[in-house]
């Protein structure tokens, strides 16, 4: 019987070990014992002596295996490299420290390039030479050289330039699968992108904001301690200088990985509950600490912050209603005002909102039309362009009465029109097209027999 094991824990204590090995004080080999038996201070096999800079000796007749993925091995010497790479192209100082708090992801992340690559041999989904050497000199240009400028930038620090093609292969192989297997099954209906034609809308006058991302998946509640230190030593990384868009290439689970984690412009409300809260706090340039959402963990790097196009404000038409409450001897302003805020509060929506209204203002006008923003009170019209459409103003009261309104619809000036309908479908299929892409590397993992040996 072929029994299948996922070994979730990658252990990194023995790639930590050969490093050290290097240095004069701790040259002595150990003996040989499992990883998994010894923890942290565990070297499977008998250490050979590495280079400074933590790369394997020149010798590689002794070789030895990081990782198996179902038949594939990943050697150690490919690990060390990819960490090099990822060293270089980060800016993550050169040290067996800043090794240390590499490897893990580097080792994770070359596991999940097997599976993917294995997954699209399956299909027969290939990858040509001339595909991953467009690829090298798009990533040539990106760095402002030439294709024979960045072999030589690699070869100066032992980078060897068949581990960026290895990586690009990877990337390449994978893009294609999602795109031919899982694009054609997203259908997006018009009453989606009438849904966020309208959010655009509602949001006209708020804030929105350009970000870029890390991310990096849990895909079971035994991975939530590992993944949320991966992403806390990203977090210190960056924090100490190195670049954010070439560590979101070298590590993100995002598909916006390949663009060095650029998300583009959201709106306020468009990410998860604990995101936008985090992204609130934020001023242009500054990242978010990890932030856990249902799927992983994520850094937000706010790029850019601006005021959604909505024209003139004062061409801005909104449909309010309205719920009084008089100010009585019986029902002071203090009572009104919080009985005004609990019914905002409890009320979502303007049909709950108009039966609520018409219950207490009985004979009363309670539905106030469409009105322009510039033909009502100013301080008034401030409120009611940055309160969304579906939700109740705050409390406005003065000596004699407590008013709530609800905006019920908004209408922005033709320069405050929403982006084309394509663009918005596009959006929204882009973010599906991920969280499908996601979903199916999880199930690979869960199905693959996977050995980690260092």
Same mark, same amino acid.
């Given at each position: ?127 040509? %030479?001339? #595909?991953? /050497?467009?690829?090298?000199? *798009?990533?040539? +240009?990106?760095? =402002?050289? $030439? ?126 509950? %604990?995101? #936008?809260? /985090?992204?609130?706090?934020? *001023?242009?340039? +500054?990242?978010? =600490?990890? $932030? ?130 394509? /663009? ?6 882009? +973010? ?23």
């Amino acid at each position: 019987m072929n029994v299948k094991r996922v070994v979730r824990t990658l252990v990194v204590g023995a790639v930590v070990g050969f490093l050290i090995a290097a240095s004069p004080a701790a040259t002595a080999p150990r003996n040989a014992r499992s990883g998994a038996e010894t923890g942290a201070n565990a070297q499977g096999g008998n250490a050979q002596q590495a280079s400074p800079a933590g790369r394997p000796p020149a010798d590689s007749s002794m070789e030895r295996v990081a990782a198996v993925v179902n038949e594939d091995v990943i050697s150690l010497s490919d690990l060390l490299a990819r960490t090099q790479l990822a060293l270089v192209s980060s800016g993550i100082p050169d040290s067996v420290e800043g090794r240390q708090r590499l490897t893990q992801q580097v080792l994770r992340q070359l596991i999940d390039e097997r599976l993917q690559l294995q997954e699209a041999k399956r299909l027969n989904i290939t990858v040509g %030479d001339e #595909d991953v /050497a467009q690829a090298v000199a *798009r990533v040539a +240009e990106q760095n =402002r050289m $030439t294709p024979e400028q960045l072999h030589k930038f690699f070869a100066e620090r032992r980078v060897p330039i068949t581990t960026l093609k290895a990586q690009a292969k990877a990337q390449l192989a994978w893009n294609k699968l999602v795109q031919r297997r899982l694009r054609p099954s997203i259908q997006i209906g018009e009453e989606e992108i009438d849904a966020a034609v309208q959010r655009v809308q509602a949001n006209a006058g708020k804030p929105e904001y350009l970000i870029a991302e890390i991310f990096l998946t849990v895909d079971t509640p035994d991975q939530d301690d590992e993944v949320r230190r991966a992403i806390e030593r990203l977090f210190d990384q960056i924090r100490q200088g190195a670049n954010f868009a070439a560590v979101a290439r070298q590590f993100s689970q995002s598909a916006t990985a390949a663009q060095g984690g650029d998300f583009g412009w959201v709106q306020q409300g468009q990410l998860s509950e %604990d995101l #936008d809260g /985090a992204l609130r706090k934020l *001023r242009p340039g +500054e990242l978010s =600490r990890p $932030t856990r959402s249902p799927s992983g963990y994520h850094l937000l790097l706010l790029r850019e912050q601006r005021t959604v196009n909505a024209g003139n404000p004062a061409e801005m038409k909104v449909t309010l209603k309205q719920i009084l409450l008089p100010v009585t001897p019986a029902a002071g302003r203090a009572a009104q005002t919080a009985l005004a805020a609990q019914l905002g509060r409890e009320l979502s929506g303007c049909a709950a909102f108009d039966a609520k209204a018409r219950e207490i203002n009985r004979g009363g006008r309670t539905d106030l039309g469409t009105v322009r923003l510039g033909d009502i009170p100013p301080q008034l019209a401030q409120v009611v362009a940055s309160t969304p459409v579906g939700q109740a103003t705050p409390p406005l009261a003065d000596d004699k009465q407590v008013i709530v309104l609800m905006v019920c619809d908004r209408i922005l000036p033709p320069s405050g029109s929403a982006p084309p309908r394509e /663009a918005i479908a596009n959006a929204i299929g882009g +973010e599906r097209l991920d969280m499908l892409a996601r979903r199916y590397l999880r199930d690979l993992r869960r199905a693959a027999f996977v050995d980690v040996r260092v």
